[in-house]
């Protein structure tokens, strides 16, 4: 049955506008992104192969973020255009995510900023190293990636993580990065990085509040650890 020969009330476009965004299945969402199907398949089914690309169940969207256009064009019915659109929602999502700043977003606590990154990095497949740059208020002013490495691992020069901050003479940074496993717990060379920064922030006047590891729903403060 054609999408158009489905009563409004069932159609992925109506079905939003009648009873809003939340009402409708992962399936009719990805539908009305796609939002034609082919001859031989709607756009819900379409959305439906799209789902069942790494999972059985289709109730978790998370695999998204990580499949390739090359493999969406792989569906039939999922062109070069489908597919880029579908990799352009995932990263707005990703984006919606991330703290504005006009948010005037104040840090407390290393919760605050782990709640605040979370979302944005605990399904990352690489190490991302950010620093956070913060005004004597620890009021966010920046926050900026340095840093992209492996699934296991990320280089971080102290000159190229402090540039920016010293150009806006800011007197506190944060330290932030992810661990791929899910697991946030700091290893050796976690450790080493920390004292690394920690030292050059130092010797040009820049106070290192925090070095704090993302997993996936969880988080450690490399600085709490050590007061343990």
């Not at 709640?115 to 208020?137: C, D, F, G, Q």
């Amino acid at each position: 049955m054609k999408i158009k020969e489905l009563p409004q009330s069932e159609r992925p476009y109506e079905k939003l506008e009648m009873y809003s965004a939340n009402r409708l299945s992962n399936a009719e969402l990805l539908a009305i992104v796609i939002k034609s199907g082919t001859k031989e398949h709607t756009s819900i089914e379409l959305a439906q192969k799209i789902l069942n690309l790494k999972q059985e169940n289709g109730t978790n969207l998370r695999f998204l973020q990580d499949v390739s256009i090359t493999e969406l064009m792989q569906i039939k019915g999922i062109g070069r255009v489908k597919a880029i659109q579908l990799k352009a929602i995932c990263e707005l999502a990703k984006r919606m995510a991330r703290p504005l700043r006009e948010m005037q977003v104040v840090i407390h606590t290393p919760e605050d900023l782990a709640n605040l990154l979370m979302e944005e990095l605990r399904y990352e497949k690489r190490e991302i190293v950010k620093v956070v740059i913060l005004n004597t208020k620890n009021k966010i002013l920046k926050i900026e990636d340095i840093s992209l490495g492996g699934a296991n691992h990320a280089s971080l020069v102290p000159k190229d993580a402090l540039s920016e901050a010293i150009k806006m003479c800011a007197p506190k940074i944060i330290l932030v990065h992810n661990h791929p496993s899910g697991d946030p717990t700091p290893s050796k060379s976690d450790y080493h990085m920390t004292d690394r920064m920690y030292d050059a922030a130092e010797l040009v006047g820049i106070q290192m509040l925090d070095h704090i590891i993302i997993g996936d729903g969880n988080y450690q403060s490399i600085f709490a650890k050590r007061k343990e």
